[in-house]
């Protein structure tokens, strides 16, 4: 009798408490595969530094687990009711299990943060060469850039290294195109940008992984600091040529409207800059918040402002021609003003791989400027606005078009 009136004041569990345990399981169980994931990708799944920290981290779990029994697992080796002795006992090995815990997690994230990017790695052909500027002395409009790649690509693998000198204007900006290049189904893609110059060949930018030698990406490893990152600068027939012929990826090419000059240039300024602070010190990727695509909105943000504004689709890259076009940055009737395109018709007349078909991507200037002719046929190039008050006020109107012709669709 009196085991059972004992019995009958052990508080009964309620759903918050179960809900607060399930909650304390679930954030012990992702901090562990996270650090276990960040040991796995920094010493690879055969070393003896990750066996030993997975038994550990395990065998800690496993401990804290088997406390949550604790009254079951006393009852069948004493054959009797757990006394008041086992309940401390629990409560005490419980402290003690998390307290270790804690301290093994948080050793583990303070190694974790202390790894350093590196430049003097075995990189891959394509990342081997960082992009370098140098401005004229008697005219800033004219920059310099030493490590252009112009590669020939004959497959997805292989190619032949040509690392270039260009020298481009500033003063003859005349815009920007985004590229979109989808690898891996409709929400993801890598993004590029290329700037337009009056008389020129265009020039694009490309923040890649800095692969080392036989890598090859994974975007989860992206999270755990297992690239860096690299800015390439390069010309089309080879950073985009890649994508659409060689690797058979599905390119399209969105001309940016409602811009003026000056906002190109302080963009490709950005990107100068980018390329100082990269090869001043190294940087990680990151999946979510270092790549490609929110790179580029961050910085064009910083010139655009509120022209820009926050959106899940930076985030969702595939999605990012559809965010433009909806914030009015792709013209919604380019050739004719009460013709207006919806989002289908631009990715029909954006996508360049039935243009680049066949191509003969030799190695010359000429070839290059060819490829970048080819591959915007019927895609009409908007002109650079004249003022801020009429590029707001036609991306405004451009953006309520967009609307309209959704909502029509």
Not at 88 to 102: F, Q, R, S, V
Not at 136 to 162: C, G, K, Q, S, Y
Not at 395 to 402: E, F, P, V
Request: aromatic fraction near 12%; glycine fraction near 4%; proline fraction near 4%.
């Amino acid at each position: 009798m009196s085991n059972s009136v004992a019995d009958s004041k052990q508080p009964k569990s309620t759903w918050r408490h179960r809900l607060v345990s399930f909650l304390i399981a679930v954030t012990l169980l992702l901090s562990a595969v996270g650090l276990l994931l960040a040991i796995w990708y920094q010493y690879g799944i055969g070393s003896i530094v990750t066996w030993l920290s997975t038994i550990v981290i395990v065998s800690l779990l496993g401990a804290l687990l088997s406390t949550r029994y604790w009254r079951a697992v006393t009852k069948i080796l004493y054959r009797h009711k757990p006394t008041d002795n086992t309940v401390i006992h629990k409560a005490t090995a419980n402290k003690w299990l998390i307290g270790l815990y804690g301290v093994i997690w948080f050793v583990g994230v303070g190694w974790f943060f202390s790894i350093e990017p590196k430049q003097d790695r075995d990189w891959m052909a394509e990342v081997d060469q960082q992009v370098t500027y140098k401005r004229d002395a008697t005219n800033p409009n004219l920059i310099t850039l030493t490590n252009v790649r112009n590669f020939d690509w004959h497959t997805d693998t292989e190619a032949t290294a040509h690392w270039d000198t260009r020298t481009i204007d500033l003063s003859k900006l005349s815009g920007i195109d985004v590229t979109n290049s989808y690898w891996m189904g409709p929400l993801i893609a890598h993004t590029l940008v290329s700037f337009r110059f009056e008389d020129d060949r265009p020039l694009a930018f490309s923040f890649e992984i800095r692969k080392e030698d036989g890598e090859s990406f994974s975007a989860l490893a992206g999270f755990f600091r297992r690239y860096e990152l690299s800015l390439i600068a390069a010309e089309e027939r080879d950073i985009i040529y890649t994508r659409s012929n060689a690797r058979g990826e599905q390119v399209y090419l969105f001309p940016i409207s409602n811009l003026q000059q000056h906002e190109v240039r302080s963009l490709f300024e950005s990107y100068l800059t980018a390329i100082d602070e990269l090869n001043n010190q190294p940087a990680w990727y990151n999946t979510l918040t270092s790549n490609c695509t929110n790179i580029i909105f961050y910085m064009a943000r910083i010139i655009s402002g509120d022209r820009l504004p926050w959106d899940y689709r930076i985030w969702v890259s595939g999605w990012l021609p559809n965010y433009l076009y909806d914030v009015g940055m792709l013209d919604a009737a380019p050739e004719q003003p009460d013709q207006p395109w919806s989002m289908d018709t631009w990715y029909e007349r954006t996508h360049i791989n039935p243009k680049s078909l066949g191509f003969d991507n030799l190695h010359s200037t000429g070839n290059s400027r060819a490829f970048s002719q080819k591959i915007r046929q019927d895609i009409p190039l908007p002109p650079l606005a004249h003022s801020q008050s009429g590029a707001e006020a036609k991306a405004k109107s451009t953006a309520q078009a967009s609307d309209q012709t959704s909502l029509n669709e």
